[in-house]
């Protein structure tokens, strides 16, 4: 047995139903906050969702009765049985002020030294990372591996790419002036172009960075050839 903060004991190794019947009856002279993490699976479960919605409906309908539930899970996985009674809170990716501080504190806790010039690339290139990747790949990048800290951050983005199965990553050594005609959008490459030549004096005049762009037209236009 373990105590939580309160002092209160907590079994290990419970069975979430018993769990939640547990959090559910002392709801009801305590206010509780029950936190249910990588518990995807088990929300399919027709115990597990009837006791949640219970739940629920007892914090709206009794006046008493306190125990938010909270789901915490990397994918949207609950039953269509739950969607009424459930708030979807997006949790975004650190900022660029926590990158920063998730670095400062690598650096001081492995004792190793990073120039401001590398600190400054890393917090540029790890946008759109949660803490975990940053830290995997900072591990990997200061293991003494052969493989260059580019080729590492490059193959992470293109795992994230393959696990979000809405993007593909495609690799060509097609040239654009393969293209016949869109003479427009060829210019706005070339433009473009500079900017990832040189990201860090861009930054400095200001230039705002390209995210992406979308291809939209009748079939046999060129999209797809203009993508590679």
């Known amino acids: 047995e373990v ?11 419970t069975d979430i139903v018993d769990f939640l019947k547990d959090r559910i009856e002392k ?45 915490m899970s990397s994918r949207i996985a609950v039953p269509t049985e739950l969607l009424t009674y459930i ?13 920063r501080r998730i670095l400062e504190r690598y650096i001081e806790e492995k004792g190793i030294e990073i120039d401001n010039e590398s600190i400054k690339n890393y917090i540029f290139e790890f946008r759109g990372m949660e803490k975990f990747q940053i830290l995997k790949l900072l591990n990997m990048i200061y293991s003494g591996t052969n493989q260059s800290k580019e080729k590492i951050i490059f ?12 993007l593909e990553l495609i690799t060509s050594n097609n040239n654009i ?13 070339r433009k473009k172009e500079k900017i990832f030549q040189d990201i860090k004096k861009a930054k400095e005049f200001g230039v705002e960075i390209p995210r992406g762009i979308l291809f939209s037209g009748i079939h046999g236009c060129g ?6």
């Open 3 to 13: 105590k939580d903060k309160s002092g209160e004991i907590i079994k290990k190794d």
């Open 27 to 71: 709801g009801k002279d305590k206010k509780k906050i029950t936190l249910l993490k990588d518990c995807e699976n088990d929300m399919f479960e027709t115990e597990v969702y009837l006791l949640i919605k219970n739940s629920a409906e007892k914090h709206i309908e009794e006046n008493e009765y306190f125990n938010v539930i909270i789901i």
């Open 87 to 99: 708030n979807f809170v997006e949790i975004p990716a650190p900022d660029e002020n926590e990158r």
């Open 155 to 166: 193959e992470e983005r293109e795992n994230m790419i393959k696990k979000s199965e809405v």
């Open 177 to 189: 002036n393969e293209v016949v005609g869109a003479e427009n959008i060829k210019e706005w490459f």
């Open 223 to 228: 999209k797809t050839l203009l993508v590679k």
